[in-house]
């Protein structure tokens, strides 16, 4: 009988552990029904507060709480005391509440999206029309170089013992700062880079002179501007769009001196002087009759200059005739505090935009670029591409791509920098400055660049390349 009563007890104690489980259960899933629903509405309550359309039907946590209260105690004053009976799980009949199409906010701005890859475009507008004829017609100042006897001309005239001779010594002497450097490091410049770095030097030293007022040929007084005449047909020949018209400051001579604005390289060769026009036009074609990759760099604020490619770099280099500069392109935004909106390179090879290579910080250093959309300077930089490279080998079309890939990786790379540098000048306690900021790879950050040195100090000042940062005098010629 003992055993009986035992055996009878033991199921009532599983029972009861089993009814407190469930019913333990039923209340959890209950409460975590009440928060779910009460988070739905303050969702639904915040989204109408946004959009201003009505909000979903309401369940209300007060009376979700009252009906988990009563179904509480229902459950819990029915609880049976026969060991057989066991407390039904009650099925959760609340719903979370549907999100009423309504209630839908507005689609975000996709002012953001601007900055996206764009897609080239025609040009549609007049303004967009005369901007390509424009460039198109800069984009034959390269092809120029390519004439055989003008190369021999050129070559002719370089005095080529001098200038490899120098570039075998500096290669050298980079090559011996790389050893000492241990395995693993190159020279900076290659042989070619040094030929190029000689050849500068020669044609700013000795070769080319700068031209501010012309002196008088009659008595080699001093001269001052008087405006601009038509050039004469023998000045057209040889490619003088413009000739700037100079009076002589002496008492009693009051003679004339016109400066021709030559285009013509052969031309360049002979007269060997002008300003910035014919400095970079002269120098790049001595460039390439050394065998150089040439570009010929248009900016829109009035100045070019010459890009060469270094093969030991594998990317364009900046160099400046008449600043004797090389590879220091924030020469012109920094140094010179030159605001500039376009900078193209022409090559025989087709056109691009490197406007980034040379305006780090367009907020800081740029202009407005409002000749015409940036989808339609791609189309046109794309456009004189397929033209230069139409006769080209497929091999040497796709070693081009792959090198107009990785300028674009650089030249992307700039404005990370800028960027970076622009959020790291925001953060408390920053330094601030560029210097900062994530780094590209190129030695012209380690420069410090520095105002105009060609021209006179008035001419400088009124084209505002000082380094002051005033703007340019708009009455005054340029290049």
Same mark, same amino acid.
């Given at each position: 009988?003992?055993?009986? *009563?035992?055996?009878? &007890?033991?199921?009532?104690?599983?029972? !009861?552990?089993?009814?407190?489980?469930? #019913?333990?259960?039923?209340?959890?899933?209950?409460?975590?029904?009440?928060?779910?629903?009460?988070?739905?509405?303050?969702?639904?309550? &915040?989204?109408?507060?946004?959009? *201003? %359309?009505? /909000?979903?039907?309401?369940?209300?946590?007060?009376?979700?709480?009252?009906?988990?209260?009563?179904?509480?105690?229902?459950?819990?004053?029915?609880?049976p005391s026969s060991p057989g009976h066991r407390i039904p799980r009650k099925p959760i009949t609340s719903r979370p509440p549907t999100r009423n199409l309504s209630t839908r906010t507005l689609p975000p701005s996709y002012s953001s999206l601007r900055n996206l890859p764009k897609i080239p475009s025609p040009p549609q507008d007049a303004a967009s029309l005369k901007f390509r004829n424009l460039l198109m017609s800069l984009s034959k100042t390269p092809t120029h170089y390519e004439n055989p006897g003008l190369l021999d001309e050129a070559l002719s005239i370089i005095p080529l013992d001098r200038i490899y001779s120098e570039a075998q010594e500096e %290669?050298?002497?980079?090559?011996?700062? /790389?050893?000492?450097? *241990?395995? *693993?490091?190159?020279?900076?410049?290659?042989?070619?880079?040094?030929?190029?770095?000689?050849?500068?030097? #020669?044609?700013?030293?000795?070769?080319?002179? #700068?031209?501010? !007022?012309?002196?008088?040929?009659?008595?080699?007084?001093?001269?001052?501007?008087?405006g601009m005449t038509p050039p004469l047909p023998d000045e057209q020949a040889r490619g003088a769009q413009r000739v700037e018209l100079y009076r002589c400051t002496a008492q009693g001579c009051g003679a004339f001196e016109r400066f021709p604005r030559y285009g013509d390289v052969w031309t360049l060769l002979q007269v060997r002087k002008g300003r910035c026009g014919e400095w970079a036009n002269c120098f790049s074609m001595l460039c390439r009759a050394v065998g150089a990759r040439v570009r010929w760099i248009w900016n829109a604020e009035d100045h070019v200059w010459t890009e060469v490619y270094s093969e030991q770099q594998k990317r364009w280099i900046h160099v400046d005739a008449c600043e004797e500069s090389w590879d220091n392109p924030r020469l012109y935004a920094e140094g010179w505090k030159k605001p500039m909106s376009y900078c193209i390179a022409f090559s025989i090879d087709g056109a691009t935009d490197v406007t980034r290579r040379y305006v780090r910080n367009p907020a800081k250093h740029g202009k407005d670029r409002t000749?015409?959309?940036?989808?339609?300077?791609?189309?046109?930089?794309?456009?004189?591409?397929?033209?230069?490279?139409? !006769?080209?080998?497929?091999?040497?079309?796709?070693?081009?791509?792959?090198?107009?890939?990785?300028?674009?990786?650089?030249?992307?790379?700039? /404005?990370?920098?800028?960027? /970076?540098s622009e959020v790291t000048n925001m953060l408390p306690g920053s330094p601030g400055g560029a210097a900062s900021a994530v780094s590209v790879t190129s030695s012209d950050d380690d420069k410090s660049p520095a105002g105009r040195q060609s021209g006179s100090t008035e001419w400088i000042q009124a084209r505002g390349e000082g380094g002051t940062g005033t703007g340019p005098d708009p009455s005054r010629e340029g290049r």
């Open positions: 009988m003992a055993d009986r *009563g035992q055996t009878r &007890r033991e199921p009532s104690s599983t029972l !009861n552990n089993d009814l407190t489980e469930d #019913w333990s259960h039923d209340l959890r899933l209950q409460f975590e029904q009440l928060l779910r629903t009460k988070r739905l509405n303050e969702l639904a309550e &915040r989204s109408r507060s946004r959009s *201003g %359309s009505p /909000a979903p039907r309401d369940n209300s946590p007060s009376s979700t709480h009252h009906a988990s209260s009563s179904s509480s105690s229902s459950s819990s004053s029915h609880t %290669s050298e002497i980079l090559e011996a700062q /790389a050893a000492s450097l *241990g395995e *693993g490091h190159k020279a900076e410049w290659g042989y070619q880079d040094c030929v190029i770095r000689s050849l500068l030097r #020669w044609f700013k030293r000795v070769f080319f002179s #700068w031209v501010n !007022n012309p002196p008088c040929q009659t008595c080699f007084s001093p001269t001052v501007a008087s000749r015409a959309p940036e989808e339609v300077i791609l189309y046109i930089t794309d456009e004189i591409r397929k033209m230069r490279r139409e !006769n080209l080998s497929k091999q040497e079309r796709m070693r081009l791509i792959k090198e107009d890939d990785r300028e674009e990786k650089e030249l992307r790379g700039y /404005a990370v920098q800028a960027l /970076a």
